[in-house]
C-alpha cells in the first residue's frame, strides 16, 4: 500500500525530562484522534539498549530463548523507547524518541554495544544529565490507552521484538523482573497490547535496513537510534502487510482459553504480587482483585488489571466502560495477534 505522511509527520521528536509531559501527551492524542473507519491505529515499537550480558541463542526451543532474554532485560536499563504512529488509513501522524536516563559510568552494559550506539549518535552524557526517569516514563504508559484491552485498543508493530516487548513491561511494572516463563510473559504482555504483529513472520531473513531497501522504504534519521528505527519499521510494515484489518487473516487475532486461576497461582508464586504496585499514586485506573484484600488506592498494571477488571474508566474515552462479562471475556479469550517470537503458535497462551 501507498504510506501517506507529511514531512513533519516523520520528523522525530526528541523528548527529555524537561518535555516528556508534553510530548506523551502529542503521542496520546496521535494515537486517539477519532476516525471513521473501523481498524485502529497502529503503533510501531523500537527499543535501544546497552547490549547482552547472555547470549540468546539463534534457534533452539521458545523457552531457551526466552531465558536468555529475561536475564538480559533483568539485568539491563532501556536506553531509548521509539514510538512511531499511523492512523487506520495508512497515515504517518508522528514519530517520538523517549531518552531514558542512562549513566555509563554506573550502569550495566557491554563496551562494544555502547561504542557502537555512540557512534549511530546516542549521547550518553546527555542522558546522564536530562534523561527520562524509567519509573516516570512507565507510569504514564501503565496509565494511558495507548495499553489494556478496549475498544481504542492499538495494533504494536515491532521486527525481532522479543527485546522490544520485554523492556516494554519491564518498564510499566517498575522494573519487576520479567515472569519465569514464556507462557506467563505472553499473557502478561497479551494483557498490556493484545493486538501485535511482528514483521518477522512475513520477513524471515535480512537486516531492517537491507529489507528496507528492498521494498523501497527510505530510512529517515539515524540507524540504531530508536525513533528512526520505530518509523522504519512502521513504514515497512504498511508496504508489505498492509494496514490493520479484521478481513486479513495475518491480522486476526488467535482467540485461546485460558485459565486464569492457573496463571494466577503462577504469578503470584514467583513473586508477581501486589507489592510493588504501591509504589504507583493513584490513577485514573481502579481495579478490585477478587479473594485478595483490595488496598486503596489500587493501581494495578495493564498485564493483570485488563485480567480482572470490573470496572473501566478513563477521562481520554469518550464511552468509559465495559461491563463485568467483557471484563471476564478479556481474560478468558485474550486477544493476541503475532508475538514478540514471530510465528502464531509461539504467541498462543498455553496452560
Known sequence: MTVSASADNRVVHEVWAKNFAEEFAALETAALKESHEDDGYTLALDMEFPGFVC??????????????????????????????????????CGVWSFNLKFDVERDEHTKKSVAFLRAAGIDFPRHAAEGIEASTLGRRLAESVLVGQHSHSPCWVTFSGSYDFGYLLKLMTFNHPLPRDVDTFNLALSAFCPWRHDLRGELPHGSLDALARRHGVLRRGAAHTAGSDALLTLELCL????????????????????????????????GWDL?????????????????????????????????????????????????HHHAAAAITHPSTRLGPWGTPDMQRVTV
Open 55 to 92: 547470549e540468546e541463542p539463534r534457534t533452539g526451543a521458545e523457552e531457551v530463548r526466552y531465558q536468555a532474554v529475561r536475564m538480559n532485560v533483568d539485568r539491563l536499563r532501556p536506553i531509548q523507547l521509539g514510538v512511531a504512529v499511523a492512523d487506520p488509513s495508512g497515515s504517518v
Open 239 to 270: 508496504r508489505v502487510v498492509g494496514k490493520p484489518s479484521g478481513a486479513d487473516s495475518r491480522w486476526a487475532p488467535s482467540q485461546t482459553d485460558a485459565n486464569w486461576d492457573l496463571h494466577q497461582n503462577k504469578w503470584y508464586s514467583q
Open 275 to 323: 507489592g510493588w504496585d504501591s509504589r504507583w499514586a493513584a490513577s485514573a485506573w481502579s481495579f478490585p482483585f477478587p479473594g485478595l484484600p483490595s488496598p486503596s488506592p489500587l493501581p494495578p498494571p495493564w498485564w493483570l488489571a485488563s485480567a480482572l477488571w470490573s470496572t473501566y474508566h478513563h477521562p481520554s474515552l469518550a464511552h468509559g466502560g465495559l461491563s
